[in-house]
């Protein structure tokens, strides 16, 4: 955090009509606030960081917890009573009529909602109304850098590949008769990003059979499946290359273990891609004309999943932020599972990644979208049309 990025975020403030943007902190609680504020070490006390849409910014700190927040541009004050913090808290406040928090009206976007309601209230009897710093964050926490988007598309680029060398060693292990598991497959990715400088946050999915069906399937060394003949194989796989700022290129492509498909798999899948495909056309066709906003892509890819009867299958967001997390702070594609109102921006990257679930098997396609100024850009290349066949 520098003075240069100071004056940014009071630009947006004074456009946004807000009096300032409070950062809260108490024991890395949260997150959105300790990453943009860079702290590091012992932060186990209250912080707030006061960015008025004029003036100087203000550390409140404890005494002994005076470190994290010495770089940070602004007035710097140390407490130990709460009392005094209290006090001084109020003084900084007066006359501040909006103020932004991590706080989501209704629990609606939980990822924003960081602050806990005991210090709200605290703060509203200072005489602010809270409104969320859900777009301060997508704005200035989110967006990419140009060499934060270069690094995703050489993440993309790369996890495609590894995707396919996946998928050659169970056609090879399926050719020759040989014994190869879901675990194995997960192993065999986890080897290849070591191999290739690359990091992740979570072991990759590998699913067939009745596991395709659960999304967030976690394979066991123990109790995993055997990829066998006429079958479908699912791998979902997320990585970014390791160095500060890098960014995640995060997959899905599906594969048959036969030489004919069946036409109920051929049909559901065609249905995803066509929703997967809506979702980026709506992109590509509004960008220019308006302001569009996560909820709404969502809606546009589940409809066309809905208007073919199959919504009640579809049971998780179209889409989820990504940065240098795999589920980064920006703006979700979702209108289910929570009504996501952040615009998008340039800069903004994002998955789209409809799926299907039942009982005996699942599907799902997944492309990544960074936001340009020129419209929607998908790196996630080549896009899956139809699930792969390993005629073996």
């Given at each position: 955090m520098d003075n240069s990025r100071i004056k940014q975020i009071q630009g947006e403030l004074a456009r946004q009509g807000i009096d300032g943007w409070l950062l809260y902190d108490f024991q890395g609680t949260n997150d959105i606030a300790v990453m943009f504020l860079g702290l590091k070490g012992i932060i186990t006390r209250r912080s707030f960081y006061l960015?008025?849409?004029?003036?100087?910014?203000?550390?409140?700190?404890?005494?002994?917890?005076?470190?994290?927040?010495?770089?940070?541009?602004?007035?710097?004050f140390h407490y130990a009573s709460y009392k005094i913090l209290e006090e001084e808290l109020a003084k900084a406040l007066s006359g501040m009529k909006r103020l932004a928090m991590e706080y989501s009206p209704k629990g609606r976007l939980p990822y924003i909602g960081r602050v806990d309601a005991g210090t709200l209230e605290l703060v509203r009897s200072f005489g602010p109304e809270i409104v969320s710093s859900a777009d301060l964050v997508a704005k200035f926490n989110a967006c990419l850098t140009a060499e934060q988007a270069e690094s995703h598309r050489r993440a993309a680029k790369m996890v495609n590949l590894i995707k396919d060398d996946a998928f050659a060693l169970i056609r090879e292990k399926l050719g020759a008769q040989e014994k190869i598991t879901e675990y194995e497959i997960v192993q065999f990715i986890l080897d290849r990003f070591q191999q290739e400088g690359m990091i992740t946050d979570h072991s990759p999915i590998c699913a067939t059979g009745k596991n395709g069906g659960n999304a967030h399937y976690e394979p066991q060394k123990n109790s995993s499946l055997v990829i066998e003949r006429n079958n479908l194989v699912l791998i979902d796989l997320w990585a970014r290359f390791d160095g500060p700022g890098n960014v995640y290129g995060d997959i899905t492509w599906m594969a048959y273990t036969g030489g004919e498909l069946p036409l109920d798999y051929a049909r559901h899948f065609a249905l995803l891609c066509m929703a997967r495909d809506a979702a980026v056309s709506f992109l590509s066709e509004n960008w220019k004309k308006r302001i569009i906003y996560g909820y709404e892509v969502d809606d546009v890819c589940r409809s066309v999943i809905s208007h073919a009867d199959m919504g009640s299958y579809f049971v998780h967001r179209t889409g989820h932020s990504i940065a240098q997390a795999t589920h980064g702070p920006g703006p979700n594609i979702d209108n289910l599972e929570t009504e996501d109102r952040r615009k998008l921006m340039p800069g903004h990257l994002f998955s789209i990644e409809p799926g299907l679930y039942f009982d005996d098997f699942g599907l799902r396609t997944e492309i990544n979208v960074l936001m340009t100024e020129d419209g929607p850009e998908v790196n996630t290349q080549p896009v899956q049309e139809e699930i792969l066949l390993m005629d073996v």
């Amino acid at each position: 955090m520098d003075n240069s990025r100071i004056k940014q975020i009071q630009g947006e403030l004074a456009r946004q009509g807000i009096d300032g943007w409070l950062l809260y902190d108490f024991q890395g609680t949260n997150d959105i606030a300790v990453m943009f504020l860079g702290l590091k070490g012992i932060i186990t006390r209250r912080s707030f960081y006061l960015i008025p849409a004029s003036g100087q910014p203000i550390v409140f700190a404890h005494k002994i917890e005076k470190k994290p927040f010495e770089n940070l541009p602004g007035e710097k004050f140390h407490y130990a009573s709460y009392k005094i913090l209290e006090e001084e808290l109020a003084k900084a406040l007066s006359g501040m009529k909006r103020l932004a928090m991590e706080y989501s009206p209704k629990g609606r976007l939980p990822y924003i909602g960081r602050v806990d309601a005991g210090t709200l209230e605290l703060v509203r009897s200072f005489g602010p109304e809270i409104v969320s710093s859900a777009d301060l964050v997508a704005k200035f926490n989110a967006c990419l850098t140009a060499e934060q988007a270069e690094s995703h598309r050489r993440a993309a680029k790369m996890v495609n590949l590894i995707k396919d060398d996946a998928f050659a060693l169970i056609r090879e292990k399926l050719g020759a008769q040989e014994k190869i598991t879901e675990y194995e497959i997960v192993q065999f990715i986890l080897d290849r990003f070591q191999q290739e400088g690359m990091i992740t946050d979570h072991s990759p999915i590998c699913a067939t059979g009745k596991n395709g069906g659960n999304a967030h399937y976690e394979p066991q060394k123990n109790s995993s499946l055997v990829i066998e003949r006429n079958n479908l194989v699912l791998i979902d796989l997320w990585a970014r290359f390791d160095g500060p700022g890098n960014v995640y290129g995060d997959i899905t492509w599906m594969a048959y273990t036969g030489g004919e498909l069946p036409l109920d798999y051929a049909r559901h899948f065609a249905l995803l891609c066509m929703a997967r495909d809506a979702a980026v056309s709506f992109l590509s066709e509004n960008w220019k004309k308006r302001i569009i906003y996560g909820y709404e892509v969502d809606d546009v890819c589940r409809s066309v999943i809905s208007h073919a009867d199959m919504g009640s299958y579809f049971v998780h967001r179209t889409g989820h932020s990504i940065a240098q997390a795999t589920h980064g702070p920006g703006p979700n594609i979702d209108n289910l599972e929570t009504e996501d109102r952040r615009k998008l921006m340039p800069g903004h990257l994002f998955s789209i990644e409809p799926g299907l679930y039942f009982d005996d098997f699942g599907l799902r396609t997944e492309i990544n979208v960074l936001m340009t100024e020129d419209g929607p850009e998908v790196n996630t290349q080549p896009v899956q049309e139809e699930i792969l066949l390993m005629d073996v």
